[in-house]
């Protein structure tokens, strides 16, 4: 299962939006895929995976799964085997789901201060953004991160956002690794997350002129990271965009 994990993700990053294979042979439409995908509800109730290659796919495993979470599905559909519901949800032959992506919520307030000496806040070894999922993943924003296995306690990322930092057009978003349940036997990297930034684009769109207005916030986040056995607060000299919608 890591494996599958890695070398999915290995795909995102180097920029692979499309996962699936579409084949026409002998007049029969089939789909293949092992996609990052966001487990969430149609209209009807239907539990379903939408899918980073763009595909709606359900089944009896899908459903099984805890809407709101990501995972990774390994899957198949073909036109003489498999069938598309009436929401337009493909039935699809699962393989493989792997265990939820690292997640959490935004925290709408100034990050806490830390209760320890100077220099001795826990750094990230890496973080690097891959992509902000707007509407179709629920505004979730998607990264990895690394660090150190220190005491060997696993660990997780918290986000925090002042409302009062920044201004109408630039976000800060501070990130600290905090303690999860479990332990790790070696340093981590590479480790997906994914973080609901849904508070962040519902304010910035309630002060939108009128419906389908938009406009382009430039993110940019802010951490502890060592840089030569010295830690410091670093604030991404790149900043991301994250479009907001009126609805």
């Known amino acids: 299962m890591e494996k599958m994990k890695n070398v999915i993700l290995l795909f995102t990053v180097i920029g692979a939006t499309f996962l699936m294979t579409s084949c026409m042979a002998g007049g029969e439409t089939s789909y293949t895929g092992s996609p990052l995908s966001y ?3 149609t ?3 239907t539990v379903y995976a939408r899918t980073l290659d763009g595909l709606p796919i359900t089944s009896p495993e899908i459903k099984m799964e805890l809407p709101g979470s990501f995972v990774y599905v390994k899957y198949s559909w073909k036109e003489s085997e498999n069938s598309i519901t009436e929401e337009g949800v493909y039935n699809a032959t699962v393989m493989e789901i792997s265990d939820p992506v690292d997640q959490s919520s935004l925290w709408p ?3 806490p201060i830390e209760k320890v000496d100077p220099g001795q806040e826990i750094p990230l070894t890496s973080f690097n953004h891959l992509f902000y999922g707007g509407p179709y993943f629920d505004h979730h924003w998607i990264c990895n991160f690394g660090y150190k296995k220190g005491d060997g306690g696993k660990k997780t990322l918290a986000f925090y956002h002042d409302v009062n930092e920044g201004n109408e057009n630039e976000v800060i978003i501070d990130i600290r690794l905090v303690d999860a349940p479990g332990t790790v036997d070696k340093d981590q990297s590479e480790v997906l ?12 769109a309630a002060s939108l002129p009128s419906k389908n207005a938009y406009k382009d916030l430039h993110v940019y986040f802010r951490y502890y990271r060592d840089v030569g056995g010295h830690v410091e607060l670093y ?3 790149q900043y991301y965009i994250m479009q907001v919608v009126k609805e």
């Open 109 to 111: 307030v100034a990050a």
């Open 43 to 45: 209209e009807m109730g």
């Open 39 to 41: 487990i969430t509800c």
């Open 235 to 237: 604030k991404t000299s």
């Open 193 to 204: 997350h994914a973080v609901n930034l849904k508070p962040i684009h519902d304010h910035y």
